[in-house]
Nanobody, 120 residues
């Protein structure tokens, strides 16, 4: 079994910063891409940022220049540094990973979600 455990959400004022962390654990052979998605009320889940095993990154246009994704392959973890937060960044943020387990099959995993609220 594989689990993704997130931490770091909370309430922050506009212009503030938060850092989200996600750690994968379990029967992991290798991890391909890791990323963060978010879902605001009454909206579809959307990709926020993605990072490959080689370190290539991709960001939603709405967060470019404000958010930075990074990963630690040794710790099977991914972080999302969020700066200059705006009220429209308010959402539940989900960690996502494509993981090859010990049977060498690749599966997609999701974290439980962490609430980020940007409000004065």
């Amino acid at each position: 079994q594989v689990q993704l455990v997130e931490s770091g959400g909370g309430l922050v004022q506009p212009g503030g910063s938060l850092r989200l962390s996600c750690a994968a654990s379990g029967s992991i052979f290798s991890i391909n891409s890791m990323g963060w998605y978010r879902q605001a009320p009454r909206k579809e889940r959307e990709l926020v940022a993605l990072i490959t095993s080689g370190g290539s990154t991709d960001y939603a246009d709405s967060v470019k220049g404000r958010f930075t994704i990074s990963r630690d392959n040794a710790k099977n973890s991914v972080d999302l540094q969020m700066n200059s937060l705006k009220p429209e960044d308010t959402a539940v943020y989900y960690c996502n990973a494509l993981i090859a387990t010990m049977d060498l099959l690749e599966y997609e995993y999701w974290g439980q979600g962490t609430q980020v609220t940007v409000s004065s």
